[in-house]
């Protein structure tokens, strides 16, 4: 097989990839949960999965939608059912959200023509097995689209909001990384799906630009947020971290409060009975930061 001809067979194989994943996505996330567990929500044309999870108290406080991923950069579904279980013994009722965050298909370039020669020294050939990627970005970055990304976060936030009208209590949201990008973005338009209070873990993109909307977004935002950072959790989100404390403080942002979470406590339990120390922790700071709200 001619060398160059293996960049467009692996462009092709990673084409197919995100179709794929979105067709499997509902089954998939079904087959983590015993029968009937997972409930099918609209969102748009496609059935998105979601796990509900029952206050364990008779008066509960309101409703926490948990933002999942399968990107370890995000909070995965056994670190939100974790998160769920404890939320639901101090009184919330949980609604697990995972979302498939879109992919781009690497971009695809016509082969070159047929040549004998063992290294080729057209500049066409050399971008396309390259796939145009400079040599010090991101590698996320040629995969991941933001406007993609919004754009789908902004179906699911509102398909989650129709089924979640007859609730009463407050809206709290949990996201991380990515996800919580997105999502401060996308509620920045849209007020009126604005929560009670948003906890923001490590939030960022890769991308710089991308990446430093989340400082504006956090000091503009009318909701209280409790600010999570992980330290050592990667370059992008420490980045901003800083920043985003600061910015919050010169918007006179009165409902907010930064919690730095040592890297030590992502290390696993070693009884699978016992819960993270990070989730742990996380579940901790969120509790203890409803309650400073008055909740």
């Not at 879109?102 to 057209?122: F, G, H, I, L, R």
């Amino acid at each position: 097989m001619k060398r160059h001809a293996l960049p467009l067979i692996f462009s092709v194989i990673a084409s197919l990839l995100p179709i794929t994943a979105h067709c499997d996505f509902f089954t998939d996330v079904s087959h983590a949960y015993l029968p009937g567990e997972v409930k099918p929500l609209m969102v748009g044309e496609v059935e998105t999965p979601i796990i509900e999870v029952e206050a364990q108290t008779p008066l509960p406080l309101g409703v926490a939608i948990i933002l999942t991923e399968a990107f370890p950069s995000s909070l995965t579904l056994a670190q939100g059912d974790s998160l769920a279980s404890i939320l639901a013994e101090k009184g919330w009722n949980v609604v697990i959200s995972p979302f498939n965050l879109p992919v781009n298909a690497v971009k695809q370039q016509s082969p070159p023509e047929e040549s004998t020669d063992t290294v080729s020294s057209d500049p066409e050939t050399a971008s396309m097995s390259a796939f145009n990627i400079h040599p010090r970005s991101n590698q996320l970055t040629q995969y991941l689209s933001f406007e993609s990304a919004t754009s789908a976060m902004n179906l699911q936030l509102n398909a989650l909001d129709n089924y979640l009208q007859n609730s009463s209590g407050y809206r709290m949201v949990i996201a991380q990384g990515m996800l919580a990008t997105t999502y401060l973005s996308v509620v920045e338009q849209q007020p009126q799906l604005h929560p009670d209070t948003f906890v923001a873990i490590s939030p960022f993109w890769p991308e710089a630009s991308t990446n430093t909307l989340v400082i504006d977004n956090i000091a503009r935002s009318t909701f209280p947020i409790l600010d999570l950072s992980l330290s050592g959790f990667n370059d992008w989100a420490n980045s901003t971290t800083q920043k985003r404390k600061v910015s919050a403080k010169n918007a006179l942002k009165i409902h907010y409060r930064q919690i730095i979470i040592p890297k030590n406590l992502l290390a696993f339990s070693i009884k699978e009975f016992q819960n993270s120390p990070y989730i742990q922790m996380v579940a901790n700071s969120t509790i203890g930061w409803t309650r400073h709200l008055g909740w």
